[in-house]
């Protein structure tokens, strides 16, 4: 069994650009969830994915969207980058049957925007 | 609308003390909530959850809907229990989390 696994580990974009990151979710679960985490403060729910739609966001801009492939890999898309874009995106992955279970983290990208 | 309060960014306590860290929260369904805590260098993780009301490493957390707080506490800390713990809120029963801002625990020898 594999944990979630995320890459690239860290980036560097200059602002107004795009940038993908992307996620492998622990074997056998279905959901994925991703969080912005700014420096000193708690992770920030962006969105979650369930059989490759959005299900549920939270309070983010239009310019941050995501996807989910059929083996429940997941991308986090955000366009026209700003400087408070600068932060580490966790990726969670859960069992959704239909309660979600435990979410296990990956160890985060570091988005660098300047 | 949902929120959870975590009032202290630091605690720092001296080995073999106990230990208690606040957790608020401001929901308006059926609240379930969870305690995660990350290692230096290691990744979040879950730490206990209210409804499996159990026992991780000697902390304990319990859900008063009164207070709506979910404090953790553990009678006699250890200098491994040095982390950032996150308690947080399973919003709409769906696995997103609302995460509190986090409180360092720094337990000294």
Request: hydrophobic fraction near 30%; glycine fraction near 8%.
């Amino acid at each position: 069994e594999t944990g979630v696994t995320q890459s690239p580990t860290h980036l560097i974009k200059t602002r107004g650009q795009q940038v993908t990151l992307r996620c492998s979710s622990q074997s056998g679960h279905n959901t994925v969830s991703w969080y912005q985490q700014a420096l000193g403060q708690g992770p920030q729910f962006i969105f979650q994915y369930y059989r490759e739609e959005e299900n549920g966001r939270g309070n983010f801009p239009p310019r941050f969207s995501g996807l989910q492939f059929p083996n429940y890999s997941s991308e986090l898309n955000v366009n026209a980058l700003e400087l408070d874009d600068s932060a580490l995106y966790l990726c969670a992955s859960s069992l959704r049957r239909p309660m979600n279970t435990e979410a296990f983290f990956g160890q985060g990208t570091r988005l660098t925007v300047v | 609308a949902q929120r959870v309060t975590q009032p202290e960014k630091l605690l720092s306590v001296f080995k073999g003390a106990p230990v208690e860290l606040k957790c608020n929260y401001s929901y308006s369904g059926s609240p379930e909530l969870f305690w995660y805590v990350q290692y230096s260098r290691q990744r979040l993780q879950l730490l206990l959850r209210h409804i499996s009301r159990e026992s991780i490493k000697g902390f304990t957390a319990d859900l008063n809907k009164g207070e709506t707080s979910f404090h953790l506490k553990k009678p006699f800390a250890q200098e491994e229990d040095s982390a950032m713990y996150y308690c947080a809120l399973n919003w709409n029963q769906g696995g997103k989390l609302i995460f509190g801002q986090g409180t360092e625990l720094s337990v000294k020898p």
